[in-house]
């Protein structure tokens, strides 16, 4: 949040929700957040604040733990090696 500061309220929220979320399968994951990709093994990517940034998390959903992994713009993504 500190790197891209404009994207501090759509983080802040992705956050909120993701923390009250407790999904248990992708399935529930994919029904608020469409848009995301697996990546590989629980790894993946969503878009945030109208699709400006792309958020890299690890979901384990049989333990509800959601780990993000990396945040950037999508100029940054396409440099990232997930």
Do not use: C, Q
């Given at each position: 949040?500190?790197?891209?500061?404009?994207?501090?309220?759509?983080?802040?929220?992705?956050?909120?929700?993701?923390?009250?979320?407790?999904?248990?399968?992708?399935?529930?994951?994919?029904?608020?957040?469409?848009?995301?990709?697996?990546?590989r093994?629980?790894?993946?990517?969503?878009?945030?604040?109208?699709?400006?940034?792309?958020?890299?998390?690890?979901?384990?959903?049989?333990?509800?733990?959601?780990?993000?992994?990396?945040?950037?713009?999508?100029?940054?993504?396409?440099?990232?090696?997930?």
């Amino acid at each position: 949040m500190k790197a891209h500061a404009d994207a501090r309220p759509a983080l802040s929220a992705w956050v909120s929700h993701v923390a009250a979320a407790g999904w248990r399968s992708p399935l529930e994951m994919l029904e608020r957040y469409p848009r995301s990709s697996l990546i590989r093994d629980g790894l993946y990517v969503f878009n945030i604040k109208g699709n400006d940034y792309r958020l890299a998390a690890r979901v384990d959903f049989r333990n509800e733990i959601v780990r993000v992994v990396k945040v950037g713009t999508h100029a940054e993504y396409d440099e990232w090696s997930l």
